[in-house]
């Protein structure tokens, strides 16, 4: 079956620095792959997705590439704000069928970004 | 914002007792889904919707059943709730069935 795995958190930075959340997934075909962002007290935001080998999804200055080879999909940032400080899941989803656009989530990364 | 409200948006309640939590949406999409979060699981889908009246189940379905009569509701009923039910449930939508989900903004349920 599907699944998805996320580095281990929780994750702290500073203001400005560099961000990457890994991701590496396992599935059947050819998934799609998915980044959501849950702020505190909220529901879960789509932050970015890509539906093929060699995309890259990107929003509001975070960027995945989707690596077929390694079966992973890392989540980028090169400076991250104190606004970002967020959970982050990956996810993954395979297209059309019988598979209803049903999502599989890796157990997210809490983010914390000091000023 | 999609258009999507979950009620209650907190409850608690006793060992045993039924327990109906209601999604709306406003949005006519056609898939959507049940899911529960609990620490170091991240989101857990337990059913889910493909039309009026189509309903399957999905990883985490045991104590958990749901009901679609129309468009805009899906319900998820715990008809016996237990202490291992605790947990903040979300609703999403999804127009196309292609992954890219829409979040209701959660209930929080303690089971006590």
């Known amino acids: 079956g599907n699944s998805v795995t996320q580095m281990e958190g929780p994750v702290t930075l500073s203001e400005e620095a560099f961000l990457t959340i890994n991701c590496t997934y396992t599935?059947?075909?050819?998934?799609?792959l998915f980044w959501y962002v849950q702020y505190p007290g909220e529901g879960l935001q789509l932050l970015l997705k890509?539906?093929?080998?060699?995309d890259k999804g990107s929003n509001k200055g975070f960027e995945a590439t989707y690596r077929k080879e390694t079966t992973s999909f890392h989540l980028e940032k090169g400076s991250v704000q104190v606004s970002d400080s967020a959970v982050y899941f990956c996810a993954l989803s395979n297209a059309g069928g019988t598979s209803y656009g049903k999502l599989t989530f890796g157990q997210g990364t809490i983010l914390t970004v000091h000023p | 914002d999609a258009g999507i409200t979950q009620s209650p948006r907190h409850k608690v309640t006793e060992t045993g007792t039924p327990v109906t939590l209601r999604c709306h949406q406003t949005?006519?999409?056609?898939?959507m889904y049940w899911y529960r979060q609990d620490p170091g699981h991240g989101l857990r889908l337990i059913h889910y919707s493909y039309g009026v009246k189509d309903t399957d189940k999905g990883e985490v379905s045991d104590g958990y059943s749901v009901s679609r009569s129309k468009t805009e509701d899906f319900l998820l009923t715990l008809e016996s709730a237990t202490s291992s039910q605790t947990s903040v449930y979300f609703c999403a939508i999804s127009l196309q069935g292609a992954g890219e989900q829409y979040f209701g903004p959660g209930t929080r349920l303690t089971v006590t």
């Open positions: 599935a059947t075909g050819y998934p799609s």
């Open positions: 890509a539906t093929k080998a060699d």
């Open positions: 949005e006519n999409h056609r898939y």
